[in-house]
């Protein structure tokens, strides 16, 4: 495991509070070699589907990483001290090393946490533009994002965390047992099978009350959902007022399959056995 640290580095994509992509670019290719091509891609895409505008919705977000000093140094502390002997942390609760990148960058509102290969390495890159704006600064909050992150991780090296599918449906449940794995060890490196790094405002209990009826509307939409009317996995859809409602929803699935099954035996199901597991759990009610 190897820990990555562009923070001293950010400063330099700012013409003073304002955010500038050029001095962005050279930051980012100069700290992540040849890497601002992945990011600038992952933003056109979203910016493509027309929810979001780059002068509205993005460089609002890149400003605000300057005009919050406190904010902004309460996130890296974070990250530092997260990130310190996390490798044992794991090995003692799943008896195994990762073989991965963590990376602290300023990034183009491309996630919190985000899990791809960079040159040709497992990486996890945390983007302290969208840590912010979440105001998931503090420890506790960084300590949930990194743990989510590694939980994709180990499944990409000790099971299959990436399937291709031709059907929309198929592709989202895929989504929902692999956030939902990720939510689990989570929760265990954490110790409390309660814990959602999202839990703020009530989330969690409203998640709770209502936990048979985001089943029946999951189940309901997985028929037509595509990436642009999905409303279950990330911070900018809303499910009924609240956003990351499939995060729940995954680790509460995952929680039934791990009643049955070893963890280290269900990250390498293929996709029969998660949608026969997942037709199972959708008809129980609680």
Request: glycine residues 6%.
């Amino acid at each position: 495991m190897r820990i990555v640290d562009t923070y001293p580095a950010i400063a330099s994509s700012y013409e003073g509070t304002t955010f500038c992509f050029e001095k962005w670019k050279s930051y980012i290719d100069s700290v992540l070699p040849n890497a601002s091509s992945l990011f600038i891609s992952d933003a056109e895409q979203c910016l493509k589907a027309g929810k979001f505008s780059w002068e509205q919705d993005y460089l609002p977000v890149l400003n605000a990483v300057m005009l919050h000093d406190e904010l902004r140094a309460e996130a890296h502390a974070s990250f530092r001290k997260a990130t310190d002997h996390l490798a044992r942390s794991i090995y003692d609760q799943f008896g195994k090393d990762l073989d991965v990148d963590i990376v602290f960058y300023l990034g183009l509102c491309n996630a919190a946490g985000w899990v791809t290969e960079y040159q040709g390495k497992k990486t996890i890159f945390l983007g302290i533009e969208k840590i912010m704006e979440l105001n998931w600064c503090g420890i506790n909050d960084m300590y949930g994002l990194i743990y989510h992150e590694l939980g994709h991780v180990y499944q990409a090296q000790y099971g299959v965390l990436h399937r291709t599918f031709n059907d929309h449906a198929d592709c989202f449940l895929w989504q929902l047992f692999t956030e939902g794995i990720a939510m689990y060890f989570e929760q265990i490196l954490i110790g409390d099978p309660h814990y959602y790094h999202q839990d703020k405002g009530g989330w969690k209990s409203w998640c709770d009350d209502h936990f048979n009826k985001i089943k029946e509307d999951f189940n309901q939409d997985l028929k037509t959902m595509t990436r642009e009317s999905q409303r279950y996995f990330g911070d900018w859809v809303s499910y009924h007022g609240h956003s990351d409602v499939g995060y729940y929803l995954g680790c509460r699935f995952v929680r039934y399959i791990l009643s049955l099954y070893e963890f280290d035996e269900a990250i390498c199901f293929d996709m029969d056995i998660v949608s026969k597991l997942y037709n199972q759990f959708i008809h129980l009610l609680e």
